[in-house]
């Protein structure tokens, strides 16, 4: 009797932490729909709610390939989902033919058993068993089977009643689940239909820009040209606050600095020695410089998406946020410098040998030399008035080696 009692609670324990595992990763699929759901709606938002004249076709395209890659990641999220919930479906459906199974053999062996108690219940019947033992000892054992046996037909309708209810459980949470996989699958339909409408505009954009091609590769050529004239102007401006730095660092200090630093790079005192530990510390947890937006440009060489031969060689990250947005300090740190082209300004904020960059704002809240605290307003983001669209342009650097800002970023 105890053995088969165990063996209950076992079953019910063991389905209970199987059905805690799978809705966890259930939750997981759930919450990278929902984030890609949200992704969807800040494109919308950042992207599309302002489409200006000025703007050229280049740019439109580009808008749109971000929201079709979005929208492709929620239609593969969501499929995924769809093909959880039918291996759940499943695997419930064989768990309650099982426990059906299982609870109809109980019923059967109860039924035999309460027959086979009903033709000896009398009392009369049950003094008689007892009376005809041979001695005391052999009529306390019938006594203790008596009640052992009143013990198990009551144990076994429990045993019952739980099955039922483990049973009609599994069934409800099934019906969710196949609810659930349906209203899936529609939404899937409605983001499949969605993303068609967007692959014909795409198209036709491709089409047009086909047949301007020649314009739009000078246009193009004419702005790689201006990036690598700022970055050099960048890089130039970092050497020479790393040189500026050391020389500060090294004649109004006593205290020890690192000597073998090498000459392009920061000689660090103990203190800036920390901070930069602080800030590999928080790879991969640096809050975001704005406090909303979506990633327009990515870090790296990259293909162009539309015209063949032309690489984008991105020395950081395009932030596209709203209009006003202000530009904020991912770690506390001093700003090393402050520089200005054409109307545009851009921050740079050292934290020991790293330096965060702020570019394209067009307020500057803060002052070379000042020390800033984590998540301080920096500057308002520049709006395009031809575009209509707000960018920062982020980096990060390690002494002179330009970072990933992928890696150093939290998601949002």
Known sequence: MKKQILFFCYLFLAFSTFSFGQTA???????????LQQEIARVNNLLFSTQKEGKNLLETLDDLNTKIDV????????????????????????EVKKLNDELTALKNDYAAMILKSYKSKSEQSKLMFLLSSEDFFQAYKRYRYMQQYADFRKK???SIILKTEKVAAIAKKLEGQKSQKEELAQKNKQEADKIKNERENQKDLMQKIKSKEKKYLSEIKKKQKEDRALEKEIERVIREAIAASNKKTKTTTSKKVDVNAKSE???LTPEGKALATKFEQNRGNLPWPVTEGIVTRAYGVIPHPTLRGIKIDSKGIHI???KNAIARSVFKGTVLAIQSVSGRHAVYIQHGNYISLYNNLDKVYVSKGQEVVLKQSIGTVFTDKVTGKTILKFQIWKDTQRQNPKYWLAKM
């Open 71 to 94: 929208r492709s990641k929620l239609i593969q999220a969501i499929e995924n989902e769809v093909s959880y919930l039918k291996s759940q479906i499943s695997k419930k459906e064989k």
């Open 265 to 267: 790079g920061f000689a």
């Open 25 to 35: 990763e259930q939750k997981e699929l759930e919450k990278k729909r929902e984030q």
């Open 156 to 158: 076994q309708g429990d």
């Open 320 to 322: 596209t946020t709203r």
